[in-house]
Nanobody, 116 residues
C-alpha cells in the first residue's frame, strides 16, 4: 500500500510564497515521475509541474518563472516552491507519483489560498 502525505498548504497574501512537500511511503516500486496538480471549484484538474527521475522539469504555462519543482529520491519526496503567488493560484493542490509499473498514486490534497 502506498501513501502520499502532503504538507505546506495555507493562506498567504498575493506576492507571498509557500512551499509544498509530498512524501511517499509504502510498497513503491521505483518511482518515476513525481508531480503536482491543482483544482479549483468548477475547473478541471490541471498540471502545475512534474519531474521525472531524470530531473527534467515540466511546468504549466501559468506558473512558469514563479514555481519550482524538485525531488529528493532518497526521501521519496517532491517539493513545490511557489513564489509571487497570485489569487488565481488559489486551489487544492494534489501530489501524484507514477511508479516503475506505470501505476499512479494521488495524495489527498492540500489547500492553497491567496488573497489580494
Amino acid at each position: 500500500q502506498v501513501q502520499l502525505v502532503e504538507s505546506g498548504g495555507g493562506s498567504v497574501q498575493a506576492g507571498g510564497s509557500l512551499r509544498l512537500s509530498c512524501a511517499a511511503s509504502g510498497s513503491i516500486f521505483s518511482i518515476n515521475t513525481m508531480g503536482w496538480y491543482r483544482q479549483s471549484p468548477g475547473k478541471q484538474r490541471e498540471l502545475v509541474a512534474d519531474i521525472p527521475r531524470s530531473g527534467r522539469t515540466n511546468y504549466g504555462d501559468s506558473v512558469k518563472g514563479r514555481f519550482t519543482i524538485s525531488r529528493d529520491n532518497a526521501k521519496n519526496t517532491v517539493y513545490l516552491q511557489m513564489n509571487n503567488l497570485k489569487p488565481e493560484d488559489t486551489a487544492a493542490y494534489y501530489c501524484k507519483i507514477r511508479d516503475g509499473w506505470g501505476v499512479e498514486y494521488w495524495g489527498e490534497g492540500t489547500q492553497v489560498t491567496v488573497s489580494s
